[in-house]
């Protein structure tokens, strides 16, 4: 499964374009509450191996090094991204690495968003809701509207709460971009179209209204077997809805 430096790439997105990569998890395992059954870092017990969380003083250096490089290079950075190995939210000194982040960004690289992949568990935090606010991209995800249906597809830590996730997002009063992966899945009786899943889910997105709704589907190999993706045709189908009101949907096979 796929292991991150704390610094990676640039790669290409298909949601962000041309993404510089930052892990604020160890290099070589994985940490996460939640333990996704199509994350392309594998399982979490499969990454225990290493439990060394980066510090903000290291993510600075390693990020200016790599902006330094790039911008001597001439290649155009479209967004800094914190996704790597887990929930980057997890790492204590998330709020003092993001001011960082910012303020390198706005010296080396100006025309950059600075983008946040989370499950959103930890939004509910004052200082993690401060710090998400202050970037371009906080990028929230939610891939089904119940605590039972979570447990299939995402198999969150003890204490997870969809409802409180929710409650937690109102705060951005719509200044963020909602996530959410379609798949099917006999195996975990899973299925995204389902209206037992889908119906829930827009009514979330009705309630937060965010800004933009990013919605795909599994792209990497993944842990658990036998997934189906869904087509750009079927998801466009499944959310058009959602298209009707308004909603500014990207929609990525």
């Given at each position: 499964?796929l292991?991150?430096e704390?610094?990676f790439g640039?790669i290409?997105s298909?949601?962000?374009?041309?993404?510089?990569?930052?892990?604020?998890?160890?290099e070589k395992g994985?940490i996460?509450n939640?333990?996704?059954?199509?994350?392309e870092?594998?399982?979490n017990?499969?990454g225990r191996d290493d439990?060394?969380?980066?510090?903000?003083?290291?993510?600075?250096?390693?990020?200016?090094?790599?902006?330094v490089?790039?911008?001597?290079?001439?290649?155009?950075?479209?967004?800094?991204?914190f996704?790597?190995?887990?929930?980057?939210?997890?790492n204590?000194a998330?709020?003092?690495?993001?001011?960082?982040?910012?303020?390198?960004?706005d010296e080396?690289?100006?025309?950059?968003?600075v983008?946040?992949l989370?499950?959103?568990?930890?939004?509910?935090?004052?200082?993690?809701?401060q710090?998400?606010?202050k970037?371009d991209n906080p990028?929230?995800?939610i891939?089904?509207p119940?605590?039972a249906?979570?447990e299939?597809?995402n198999?969150?830590?003890p204490?997870?709460d969809?409802?409180?996730v929710?409650?937690?997002?109102e705060q951005?009063q719509?200044?963020f971009?909602l996530q959410?992966?379609?798949?099917?899945s006999k195996e975990?009786?899973f299925?995204?179209?389902?209206?037992?899943?889908?119906?829930?889910?827009?009514d979330?997105?009705?309630?937060?209204?965010?800004?933009?709704?990013?919605?795909y589907?599994?792209?990497r190999?993944?842990?658990?077997?036998?997934?189906?993706?869904?087509?750009?045709?079927?998801?466009?189908?499944?959310?058009q809805p959602?298209?009707?009101?308004?909603?500014?949907?990207?929609?990525?096979g």
């Amino acid at each position: 499964m796929l292991r991150e430096e704390t610094v990676f790439g640039p790669i290409f997105s298909r949601r962000l374009g041309t993404s510089l990569g930052i892990n604020l998890l160890p290099e070589k395992g994985k940490i996460c509450n939640f333990d996704c059954i199509y994350c392309e870092c594998g399982w979490n017990k499969d990454g225990r191996d290493d439990t060394v969380i980066p510090t903000a003083a290291k993510v600075s250096a390693d990020l200016k090094n790599m902006l330094v490089r790039l911008q001597k290079q001439g290649t155009k950075v479209d967004s800094i991204t914190f996704s790597g190995d887990g929930e980057p939210t997890i790492n204590p000194a998330f709020p003092q690495i993001i001011d960082d982040t910012l303020r390198l960004r706005d010296e080396l690289a100006p025309t950059a968003k600075v983008s946040v992949l989370s499950n959103a568990t930890r939004v509910h935090l004052p200082e993690v809701f401060q710090a998400l606010s202050k970037v371009d991209n906080p990028i929230m995800k939610i891939d089904a509207p119940t605590n039972a249906l979570i447990e299939k597809i995402n198999k969150p830590a003890p204490g997870y709460d969809i409802a409180r996730v929710v409650e937690a997002l109102e705060q951005f009063q719509g200044n963020f971009v909602l996530q959410t992966c379609m798949l099917r899945s006999k195996e975990y009786d899973f299925d995204s179209s389902r209206p037992e899943v889908l119906d829930g889910w827009m009514d979330i997105v009705r309630r937060l209204r965010p800004r933009e709704i990013m919605v795909y589907t599994i792209d990497r190999p993944t842990p658990a077997q036998g997934l189906e993706k869904f087509t750009v045709e079927e998801m466009t189908a499944l959310v058009q809805p959602l298209i009707d009101e308004g909603f500014r949907l990207q929609i990525k096979g």
